[in-house]
């Protein structure tokens, strides 16, 4: 089994992981796929864990799947379409289920291409930051005549809406990290050279804050997405009845009266 993805966890709770198949874009492969989630599944039991990092050896990204050397055992019973939805079921759909359901806050750092299936990969993050040079394109459509999947069916329209969703599926035309700025999928871009640095600072922020509060707002705004006001105002309701009681709230009010930043690491989450 190759080494797909790399990992270290820094000493203030940052949990850096690099998918790492630099020679095809980082493809996703079963390696690839079934290693980060099994991460995945590692550092939300592991309470050293406050912020995750998702980035990318080498130029790009993301290519998307692996279509020449994908690794998945198949049946040779199965046709294509089968064995494709065999995979999705087993391992691509669960890590974007596992990251989208983190209870750590989720940066994803787009270094470059992120292309089809990359593209619900660099979505899935709750913060989602870009080179400078990083580009978006979805490419299932226009040549490969199958619909958007790993998430990216859902996520593009809900961020940028149905037309520049089309526009993106239809066309398969590049989107560069201004545009996508502009137009809402991702939250920043940054010089080449110093995203990681800047990603740094931003998964420090989130480290020192308090995460589970934090997780909380990123699920409330899910919430909001297929929910009416009236209910969202009773969600509100009901998680501020639960959220108050916590040591969390109760430390970031202590901070506030006695002038001083709160210490919401050393709080048991």
């Known amino acids: 089994m190759e080494n797909a993805i790399q990992t270290e966890l820094s000493k203030n709770g940052v949990y850096l992981i690099k998918l790492n198949r630099p020679e095809v874009l980082n493809a996703m ?12 599944k590692e550092i939300n039991a592991d309470p050293k864990v406050r912020v995750v990092v998702i980035t990318g050896n080498g130029r790009g990204f993301c290519a998307g799947a692996d279509l020449a050397n994908g690794g998945w055992p198949n049946d040779k019973n199965n046709s294509p379409g089968q064995a494709a939805a065999a ?4 391992g691509f759909n669960p890590l974007v289920r596992a990251i989208t359901s983190s209870n750590k806050p989720v940066i994803t750092a787009i270094n470059g291409i992120a292309a089809g299936g990359g593209v619900g990969l660099a979505l899935s993050g709750d913060l989602v930051v870009a080179a ?6 979805l490419v299932f459509g226009p040549q490969l005549g199958i619909i958007s999947d790993v998430g990216s069916s859902w996520f593009v329209p809900h961020l940028i809406g149905r037309a520049r969703a089309n526009g993106m599926g239809l066309l398969g035309e590049d ?8 137009w809402g999928l991702i939250w920043d871009y940054f010089p080449d050279n110093e995203l990681m640095d800047s990603v740094s600072q931003l998964a420090q922020k989130l480290a020192d804050g308090p995460i589970v509060g934090l997780k909380a707002v990123v699920k409330a705004h899910d919430h909001a997405l297929s929910t009416s006001l009236d209910k969202q105002l009773d969600y509100e309701r009901d998680t501020q009845e639960v959220f108050l ?3 969390e709230f109760k430390e970031g009010v202590k901070a506030f009266i006695e002038k001083r930043k709160p210490d919401f690491k050393s709080i048991k989450t």
């Open 245 to 247: 009681d916590r040591e």
């Open 29 to 40: 492969n079963r390696d690839l796929i079934m290693g980060l989630l099994e991460t995945m």
């Open 175 to 182: 989107v560069g990290a201004k545009k996508a700025k502009e």
């Open 132 to 137: 400078e040079s990083a580009r978006f394109k």
């Open 87 to 90: 995979n999705m079921e087993i």
